[in-house]
Structures are given as C-alpha cells and as structure tokens.
C-alpha cells in the first residue's frame, strides 16, 4: 500500500475538518458530508460518478446490493434514489462508515452500513449485485480480495460493477476478474475510466 494513503484504511481519534458537498446528479440535489482523511473529500469523485451513471442508464439494478468500500456513500445514496435496491454499505474505515450514516439521513433514505475489511463481516450471501470503487492504491493483494469476496457475496447471477482506470492497471484487474467470474465485459468507456461488469454464472452440475 502507498504510504501517504495508508490514512484511507486505518481508524484515529483524531478531529477532522469537515466538508460539505452538494452535487447536481440525475436531475435531483444530494448533500453529503466529508472529512479530512476520506477519500475525494472534497468534491465527488469523477470515477464514482461515471459508474453510477452508467450503471443506471444502462444496468438500472434492482433489489439487495453491497456497496464495497463505501467511502462517504455516494453510490449507496445515490443508487437508493434513483433504483429499486436496498442498500448494504460497508468500509474498514470507521469514519467513513460513520460518514456513510450521516448522508444516509441526509439524504433521505434507509441503508444497511457497517465496518467490515473488505466484505468479512458482511453475512449475507446472496446479493442481487455488489458495486465498488475499488481503492486501486492499496495494492494488488487487497484489490484482489475485493473482486474475489464480491464473487462469495453474490447470489447464482448476481452482477459484479467495478469502475478501474486505464493507467492503474484496468487490463490486468480485468483479467483477474474475468479468472474468478470466468467472463467480465466493458460496458462504457471515458476519460481513462472503464466500468466493468462480470455474472456470477450458476455453477455446472
């Protein structure tokens, strides 16, 4: 992992300076709360937006999702207003789940959110889809525990979403998802950014 990015995945005590970002998203106003210390804690992250846009243009999920590594809960707040899902949202970072719970109410709606490393502490099994951001910085052996734990959380078809970067490595991650889900396709393209869909295809007798 990175070093001056280790502050993304460990808890502290300390106080930090606190942010408000209010976004225009889908035709619809959402407030959220950030901290120093969180990742994009000033503005939403153009990555995250552009798989949520896609993903509800062109996938519009419905029913139980898991929002993997949560950060501050953009996707699982803006998902919850423009689908019909019900929301898990999970992060290692305390403070970014306790952020999560904050924009949840913010913005009006109900979500599931708890502290787990990767999807460790997360019960369910049988996800409709799990949907991330991945935190591409912290290394190959954490980033492949995401794709890897995202194909134990999902139901026989569920659908993996993940948004990766073409110059941090998408073609390589891509290939590692498509060796655990034995398929994953490119559904848009823009600025670097490629978001990325695999199934959870039912097992062969």
Known sequence: MEKQ??????????????????????????????????????????????????????EHPTGAGLDLGCGYGTITVILSKNCDVQMTACDVNERAVALTKDNIALNGISANVVV????????????????????????????????????????????????????????TYMKKIASIYENCEVLDKHKGYVICKAIKEKEKL
């Open 5 to 58: 990015f280790n502050h993304y995945f460990t808890n502290d005590n300390r106080e930090h300076k606190e942010h408000l970002i209010t976004e225009d998203f889908f035709g619809q106003t959402y407030k959220f709360k950030s901290q120093d210390g969180v990742f994009s804690k000033s503005k939403l992250d153009d990555g995250t937006l552009f798989l949520l846009k896609t993903v509800i243009e062109m």
């Open 116 to 171: 787990s490393d990767v999807a460790k502490a997360i019960e369910k099994c049988d996800y409709d889809f799990v949907i991330t951001n991945p935190p591409i910085r912290v290394g190959n052996a954490i980033l492949f525990q995401f794709f890897e734990e995202s194909y134990q959380k999902l139901r026989d078809n569920g659908a993996f979403y993940a948004v990766l970067r073409k110059k941090q490595g998408a073609e």
